[in-house]
């Protein structure tokens, strides 16, 4: 199957007070810029599809990547799902979905999902028995639907869910095949969980710096 991923960068950004997009992380790079690197040890750049809100300008990014804006904004991350699926339908089958704040996220732990997904590490993870179409991390009650992975064939779910105004991600999570994997089980790969790290508000994103050695 081939992989593509989604990167959602079009949020109000409230409560860090700033587009988190354009945040500086290390020298000469930002956050987006740094989230995409990542996400293409894994992904080719030119199955990447970068989804910004209409009219935000974006840091230089690979010429190869796609950038789709939100159709209607402020609506959460299914419309930004919804609309990244949409510009990667035919070039990928199976999507890695990410915000843009998420520095220290791990190679490996997209690696993983993508491998459950596909069907090649599910021993004693997985019991379903028919094909999978999402798999997202869950911590108690918690979802992590921006550290997940999406058939593209979900896209039809996505939009009856926001034709209906149902926007909350766990409505596509019932309507799907869905996996969810405790997030315990993915610490063998990613001890800390730092794939699950946002950057939501000033002192997250300080301590992210302080862990990647740039504070």
């Known amino acids: 199957m081939e992989r593509g991923a989604v990167i959602l960068c079009g949020g109000q950004s409230t409560r860090m007070g700033r587009d988190k997009a354009t945040l500086p992380f290390g020298p000469g790079e930002v956050m987006l810029q740094r989230v995409v690197r990542i ?3 894994v992904v080719e750049p030119s199955r990447i599809v970068v989804v910004a809100a209409e009219g935000q300008e974006l ?3 690979p010429r190869e990547l796609t950038v789709a804006r939100d159709q209607r904004p402020e609506r959460g991350p299914l419309e930004g799902l919804a609309a990244g699926l949409s510009a990667i339908t ?15 996220l791990v190679p490996a732990f997209i690696k993983r999902l993508f491998d459950l997904i596909s069907g090649s590490s599910q021993t004693d993870i997985c019991n379903l028995k028919s094909e999978i179409e999402i798999v997202v991390p869950r911590d108690g009650k918690f979802h992590h639907p921006l550290a997940a992975v999406y058939r593209t064939s979900v896209l039809p779910a996505i939009e009856a869910l926001l034709a209906a105004d149902r926007l909350r991600p766990v409505f596509l999570f019932e309507e799907c095949r869905t996996l969810e994997v405790a ?6 790969i990613d001890p800390e969980l730092h794939s699950l790290m946002n950057c939501n508000r000033p002192e997250d994103y300080e301590a992210s710096l302080k862990l990647a050695g740039l504070a």
């Open 39 to 41: 996400v293409s040890e």
């Open 59 to 61: 840091p230089a990014l």
């Open 90 to 104: 035919g070039r990928a089958d199976i999507v890695y979905a990410t915000s843009c704040d998420v520095p220290l």
């Open 183 to 188: 997030v315990d089980k993915l610490r063998d």
